[in-house]
């Protein structure tokens, strides 16, 4: 069994940092996403790293503000936000995938999921 926490979540002020974190228990060699939902809205993709790291993918809006890590020897996975907007907030989910497919963005391909944290931007 998989389980999934969140962590790193909280309120910041447009322009700054959060770093998430995702302790995964369990297996690790799962591919692992992080995905987003803000109320009244469908839950979105936010990024993915594959097994090993070497391939990541980002959503259009997140590119070149936000990071996605692993520390497989943690059995962790990170998600560096920086220069936050108030558009950013959500509650963040991550996900564990036994393959990376479709660059990670379909939740579907995803088998466990985290119980989220809470992300929020003040403008």
């Known amino acids: 069994q998989v389980q999934l926490v969140e962590s790193g979540g909280g309120l910041v002020q447009a322009g700054g940092s959060l770093r998430l974190s995702c302790s995964v228990s369990?297996?690790?060699?799962?591919?692992m996403g992080w995905f987003r939902q803000a109320p009244g809205k469908e839950r979105e993709f936010v990024a993915a790293?594959?097994?090993?790291?070497?391939?990541?993918n980002y959503a259009d809006s997140v590119k070149g503000r936000f990071a996605v890590s692993r520390d497989n020897a943690k059995n962790s996975v990170y998600l560096q936000m920086n220069s936050l907007e108030p558009e950013d907030t959500a509650v963040y989910y991550c996900?564990?995938?036994?393959?990376?497919?479709?660059?990670?963005?379909?939740?579907?391909?995803?088998?466990?999921w985290g119980q989220g944290t809470q992300v929020t931007v003040s403008s």
């Open positions: 996900a564990a995938a036994r393959y990376y497919t479709n660059y990670g963005k379909r939740s579907d391909d995803y088998d466990y």
């Open positions: 790293i594959s097994v090993m790291g070497g391939s990541r």
């Open positions: 369990g297996r690790t060699s799962y591919a």
